[in-house]
């Protein structure tokens, strides 16, 4: 078992469900712009759209972040093994201000 599999990874139904339903309307979305591509729309509306899909993304990384640090990062640093989920939390910091 790796690492990460070791990990806690508490989510309930509810939270699993609306996060599949947030990337089921982000899938919509991207969908709608290949939609616009193809149709030739203007390309500031395009632009929005794409904006708009990269909020959502960014809603739902922030929404898994928020349980990893409460739970899985919390549960780290109960057991001794802080300091290895904090840098893979500051790592994935590092990749979020990359984009």
């Avoid at 139904?13 to 599949?20: N, V």
């Avoid at 794409?50 to 409460?70: D, G, P, R, W, Y």
Wanted: hydrophobic share 35%.
């Amino acid at each position: 078992m790796s690492e990460h599999e070791q990990m806690l990874n508490p989510k309930t139904s509810k939270e699993k469900e609306k996060m599949k339903n947030r990337l089921k309307r982000i899938e919509g979305q991207v969908r709608g712009i290949q939609n616009m591509i193809e149709n030739d729309r203007y390309c500031i509306d395009i632009l929005v759209q794409i904006s708009a899909v990269q909020a959502a993304m960014q809603k739902v990384a922030f929404n898994l972040l928020e349980n990893h640090t409460h739970h899985c990062v919390a549960s780290a640093i109960k057991s001794g093994e802080g300091k290895e989920a904090i840098e893979e939390l500051l790592d994935v910091f590092k990749r979020f201000s990359k984009s």
